[in-house]
Every structure is written in C-alpha cells, then in structure tokens.
C-alpha cells in the first residue's frame, strides 16, 4: 500500500528523485472522508505547526477507498507494517501507523509538539497521558452515549438506551473530565496554566481543545450551563486560548475544516439538557 | 507525593544513600488492592521480564489510601507531574504516570519489551497501536458490557441493557478482535506468527494474552465456541505460547497473581452464550 518509489523501473534524473523522495515522506492522513472524527487530532497537529499534509480521502482521487483498501478484512499488512483496524492512519514513507493517540505520539516529537526529550525525559508521556484521557472521556464516552448498546446498529434502535446514558455523561461524566482538566491547568506542572503542560502548547493542548469542540457541538445546552457555572473558568479560557492562535484560527475559517455531521460528535436535541 | 529523599535533613552514610537511591528509583504500581484490573498489564510487563516491583496497595502498609490519595479531587500533581484520573500510576525515582497504555510505553524501551529503536525507528508505534486496539475490543468493551449506560451505578441496574450489549459483544465486536488479531499473527510484520510484531515478544503480546485471558473469564462459553471453530487458530496458539513462558508460568501460579471478581472482567452468566 505504500508508494514508495523504490519499485519504480523508470530512469531517474537526480531532480525527479529529489521530487519522489519528497513526496514518499509527506505526511498522509487517511481517515473517512466528510466529517472531522478522530482525523481532526491528525489535521489539527499538522495545522497547529503549519506542516504540510495530504487528506488522502477529502483531497485525492482515492477518496474512501483508500480507507477501504486499508481496513479490508483481506489486508495482513506488509513487511513493515501490521495491518490496522480502523482510520486514522499514517503514511509517513513506508511506514503506516494507526490508532488517534499512537499517531499523536510518534508527530509530537517531529512536529515540536511535546517537551523536547533532553530537557525533560518524562514530558512526552505526561503529554500522552493527557490525550489519552481527554480522548477517554470527551471522545470515545460522547461516541457512545449514542451509541450504548451496538457501535454497528443504527441510533434509532438505540435510542432509549442513548436517553438514559446522555442523562449520566451530562451529569457525571462530563462534569467530572472537566473538573480534572481544571485541576491539570490549575498544578504546577501546567507551568501556569495556560497550557496543560510545561508552559508550553503540545498536541494534549490541541486534543482536549477539539474533543470540548465536538462535545459543545453535540450537548450545547449541557456544556453552556458547566461554563457559565463558573467551575471550569480555566478549562474554557484554555479552549479559546487555543482557537485564537493564528494558525488555528486560518484552519477553523478555511474549508479543510469539515463539519461535524453523523460522525463522534452528534447534535440530537433529545440527548441534550432542556 | 514522590518518596523522593531530596529534602531528607538526616546525615547519611554513603551506603544510606545507595540503599535510598535505589528505593526511590524502583518501580512501584499504584492500583486497586486485591484485582487484577488494568493494572495487570503493568504487573505482567515487570513478571515476564523479571524486573523487581512494588505493588503499593496490595504488598505495602499504605494499601488503597495510596490509591486514593493520588486521584483525589484536592491533588493538582507536584512540579513534575500532572495529577492522574485514574489508576494505574506508575511512580519511578519523581516520574509519576498514569494511563495503563502510557506506561506502558515508558517502560517497553526500559524493559526490552519493545524492538530497540536503532535497529526499527517505528517499531514502539507499531506495539503501542496494537495494545491500544487490545485494550479498546477485548478490555474497555468488555467493562462496557456489564456497565453500558453508567460506569458509577450498579450492575444491576443496568442489567437490562447489558444483556442487549452483551449480545452485540458477543456476535459481533469480539469475533471483530479476534479476526483482527489473527490477521496481525498471519501478517509479514509479525515476523513469522509467533508474536504480534517483529518476531520478538512485545508488551502488546502481554497485553494480549491478559486481555484474552479476561474475556475468557467473563465468557467462557463463548469464548470456548469460538475457539472451536478454528478460525482464531494463531490468536489461540499465541495466547498458550504467552502462558507457557516460564516466568508468566511461575507468576500466574504465585499468590502475586489476583483472581478475577468485580472489576473489569466480570463472569454473569446471562451475559455469556447459553
């Protein structure tokens, strides 16, 4: 699945080499085409450093099936590479990497996204850890709050089962992934706040700004009432801190930013506060 | 919260010092007494490589106030370390980490459990995605079938959706793992089938093994069924590859190993095949 050159039998002059090389280790996402889902974490990392990327899917010929072709039930993978379960995924030369959180830890080094390594050994794994608990319960719960019963049937049949799991995740879960985020923004380890970690913006930064994004979009009442309650004044001062960077500001207004629709963050009223 | 001996006044000897250090630079786990849990995995990667431990809460004095004390609402982390969630937390010299999958990324490199950077650059992402996708099918959905509309309530009450769930679990998501599974050990990046990746054993191949393990536990019936109908012959071979290691052998045979009861694999025999 790769494209790699390395195959190629066509004589080469040294600039159409310089040209494929390049091209083999741009960055591609491939991630279901139309909705932002798991491949916003992606987008949003790539966005937030200004590093160029491919959307396969939304900007190539290939569209889905590049995702098909990827988490086919015929696909073992290759020699590098086991083959992966679902999108997103990684093209990064020959090498192919799956799973939201993977993907966000091998960029975070390349892309300065974490603590540099030398200053602070530990860094990169406090970072992770922070996105792994901001994709547990502002992600992966809000998917299956529509979704309690069975990942493959329909909402519709659901429906009673997402009513009672939509009242715990307004009035337990969500509250409580809030008030832990603002006690990481309120510890020292914060480095004072403005960012989770270190002083410094990372992809845990980027992660729990997207994952409120998609929570506010899906329970607009719910979340409006934690924010004006007053109780989670830095988790929500941190989310408009990260959507006004410059860069982060050009991506939200520009059209490479998908609407959420029928994907993680869905919007029924009925799971919603009244 | 860290044992660190930096702010001991006492004057020490130079063998003090040495005994200290070598404390404070042990691995110790901070989980739930008396379950395996998620901090099982963390256990299995200090058993199968016979690296020294302490399990806090189940072999020190401080027992689950160690727990409590870390996921306190009051605890906002030290200098270093961002407050954890949830255990599993890993305290090593002044690093404390939580997130079972975070762990174990930091210690794959530090205790050979993942294929040595120099030699296979992707290699840590390849193992950490495949844990991660043991961990989301055959450990967080298992728990989820038994607790699908509130984590914090009880079973019982949820008793009627959890048999609608188990159902899909059962039909549906766990042959989806396994098959998934099967088709890593039949893929050329395995390195022959014997291990999930590299033809060497990973941390993912422990988490593997006890993420099987439980669900077993929890639906033996099932379980047993899909066994027997050959389709999951590698996912099988390899879970009995990992128990017969003389070290994972020796442990599961000590009193270090917990019994299944009420944690995240749970055996009700409603929610299991007739």
Redesign the interface.
């Known amino acids: 699945m790769a494209t790699s050159t390395r195959s190629s039998k066509r004589q080469k002059t040294g600039a159409d080499t310089a040209a494929e090389a390049d091209d083999s280790m741009a960055y591609k996402l491939i991630y279901w085409p139309g909705i932002p889902g798991r491949g916003e974490h992606i987008r949003l990392a790539f966005e937030a450093t200004g590093t160029p990327y491919v959307d396969v899917s939304n900007k190539t010929d290939a569209g889905v099936n590049a995702v098909m072709a990827q988490i086919s ?1 015929k ?11 679902a999108p997103p995924i990684l093209q990064h030369g020959d ?1 192919l ?3 939201t ?2 993907i966000l ?2 960029l975070g080094p390349k892309l300065g996204l974490v603590p540099d390594v030398a200053e602070d050994s ?1 860094g990169m ?2 970072v ?3 996105a ?2 901001a994709l547990d ?1 502002l992600s ?1 719960e809000p998917h ?1 709050v529509h979704h ?6 329909y909402y519709e049949e ?1 429906k009673e ?1 997402a009513l ?2 939509a009242a ?1 995740y307004r009035a ?2 969500l509250p409580k ?1 809030l ?2 985020f603002e ?2 923004l ?5 480095g004072g706040g403005e960012w ?2 270190g002083g410094k913006m990372t992809y845990a930064d980027l992660v729990l700004f997207q994952t409120l994004d998609g929570v506010t979009y899906a329970f607009p009442k719910c979340v409006g009432k934690l924010r004006s309650s007053g109780k989670y004044e830095k988790v929500f001062a941190h989310y408009e801190r990260v959507k006004a960077l410059d860069k982060i500001k050009s991506y939200l207004a520009s059209n490479r930013r998908l609407k959420y629709s029928m994907g993680i963050y869905r919007h029924y009223p009925e799971l919603d506060d009244e």
């Open positions: 039930e696909n073992i993978g290759d020699d590098n590479n086991p083959p992966p379960l090498t990497l799956s799973q959180p993977n830890a091998y530990a794994y406090h992770n850890a922070l792994l608990t319960g992966n299956d309690p019963i069975a990942s493959g049937a659901q089962e009672k799991k715990d337990v879960r992934f008030s832990y006690r990481v309120s510890g020292p380890a914060s989770l970690y």
